[in-house]
């Protein structure tokens, strides 16, 4: 009898956690429904926004200390890292659709429907994750060549490539635990997933790279180590029966109609992705002509852009998730105004920063942390200057994005994204190269006018009411 109690009390403890559990993210999908709409995007975006700040910095903590060990080790990742990033862009297509379309059937209420779909993703995901990274690793040594490195360049460029991309499985995995999360509202837990992830990739950098002498090698294996650990966490959490959504592989069937909504949403998203990725690999080519300085100088001021743009991005994703379940939901109209609100504080807040950041002082001093060469210093915090001015584009351009992306409309973004960089950008290089003799500058000048122009584009299609004709569950 003292057994059976046990038993049962333990049955009881079990059942009123999965309820607890399950209760919290029917309030969060009664929140994004029928709740303030400032409340709810507050509530989502600040973690994304943290979560994007966690990510950006694991590769500031790479650049800080690269820049410790010299230029060219420096010059070598900022080469190298859009080819990792375009392999990766193509499979967050995958990613992108399973949150699209979770967030769409959970807006519905349809869970068992969701639960399915993430089974669906996650198995898809992980097969392009675990293929890429074999197939990158034995071409790097051809890529990094063609890509016009040579001497130490290109063995640091080589060494670092190979290794950080095995990262991509680990990777995918931390990005499908977000994606699952985020599309029930669940935006804090993957935010904390990144804290771990990031404070032990903090303390193995300088343990592998200066303390080991390791070097770039150091750096890739930190990064690598940094997601391997993490991404077993959420692959144990993403097996938890008590969450309303969880993985159970050993009962997938797959479904044609899901794999092809996977395929109709994420393929726009895998394609804009991985060319524009495509694309700012050719860019480095053209900064790279122009000296190891202007490539450092151009890495630096990229990240640093990448954190004045995070109030913009989490709140893009915020539209997203509350777009996603507000259309499943057939409630339009609260759709739009959330993404009217959200549109206005990311343009305020990045106007106000922007001002800040674009005086010569404040970037010279900021871009400072990651090099002690004057040169290196002294392009980087132009760049930066001429970002931080025009930055409150990325507030328009990120919010509609997410927009589209809600409705289920990636081919949308898909277009603009290609648009930007394979048109817009490389027409303004052009012109500012060989009619107007900006020298580097022109690469300055190439990124802010391509953002401002894609997102007036974006603003133009979202006039029309495009969005509105809901396409992923169809």
């Known amino acids: ?122 198995v898809c995901a992980m097969s392009f994750a675990v293929f890429c990274a074999a197939g990158c690793a034995i071409a790097t040594p051809a890529i990094v060549k063609w890509l016009g490195a040579t001497g130490e360049t290109f063995l640091y460029g080589k060494v670092y490539l190979q290794l950080v991309i095995l990262d991509m499985p680990f990777l995918y995995m931390i990005n499908m635990y977000a994606a699952i ?150 409630q339009w109209n609260r759709a739009r105004d959330g993404y009217l609100l959200s549109r206005r504080i990311s343009v305020v807040f990045l106007l106000v920063g922007g001002m800040i950041l674009s005086r010569a002082p404040v970037a010279t001093a900021v871009v400072s942390i990651f090099s002690e060469d004057a040169a290196v210093i002294k392009m980087a915090a132009d760049f930066l200057s001429i970002m931080a001015f025009w930055c409150f584009a990325n507030g328009v351009y990120n919010s509609t994005i997410g927009l589209f992306q809600g409705s289920g409309h990636t081919a949308v973004n898909m277009a603009v994204d290609i648009a930007r960089l394979w048109v817009f950008r490389f027409a303004t290089l052009y012109v500012c190269e060989e009619f107007l003799h900006m020298g580097v500058r022109s690469i300055w000048y190439s990124v802010v006018v391509s953002n401002g122009i894609a997102a007036v584009v974006l603003y133009l299609v979202y006039r029309t009411g495009y969005w509105k004709h809901s396409i992923s569950k169809e």
Request: proline residues 3%; without cysteine; glycine residues 8%.
């Open 1 to 122: 009898m003292p057994e059976k109690k046990l038993s049962m009390r333990s049955l009881v403890s079990f059942d009123m956690k999965k309820a607890n559990d399950v209760l919290q993210k029917t309030e969060n999908r009664e929140q994004i429904l029928n709740g303030s709409l400032i409340s709810t995007i507050l509530m989502l975006a600040i973690p994304v926004m943290a979560n994007s700040f966690l990510q950006t910095m694991y590769n500031l903590t790479d650049t800080y200390w690269l820049g410790k060990l010299g230029t060219e080790e420096l010059a070598a990742i900022n080469l190298v890292t859009p080819v990792q990033n375009m392999v990766i862009n193509f499979g967050s297509g995958i990613t992108v659709a399973g949150s699209v379309l979770i967030s769409q059937y959970v807006g519905a209420k349809q869970d068992e429907d969701a639960r399915s779909m993430a089974n669906h993703i996650f």
């Open 181 to 330: 999360n985020q599309a029930q509202g669940d935006t804090l837990r993957p935010m904390l997933m990144n804290v771990f992830g990031i404070t032990l990739n903090m303390v193995l950098d300088p343990l592998f790279m200066v303390a080991f002498r390791w070097g770039v090698a150091g750096a890739a294996l930190a990064t690598v180590t940094a997601k391997a650990v993490p991404a077993t966490v959420a692959f144990i959490l993403l097996h938890n029966r008590k969450r309303l959504l969880y993985l159970e592989l050993s009962r997938l069937k797959f479904e044609k109609e899901k794999l092809k909504s996977i395929l109709v949403v994420g393929l726009p998203s895998a394609i804009g992705g991985s060319t524009t990725q495509l694309g700012f690999l050719l860019m480095s080519k053209s900064v790279f002509k122009y000296g190891t300085q202007a490539m450092a100088a151009y890495g630096i001021g990229n990240k640093v852009n990448g954190l004045i743009t995070l109030p913009s991005n989490g709140i893009g994703s915020a539209v997203a998730i509350i777009v996603g379940q507000n259309v499943g939901a057939n």
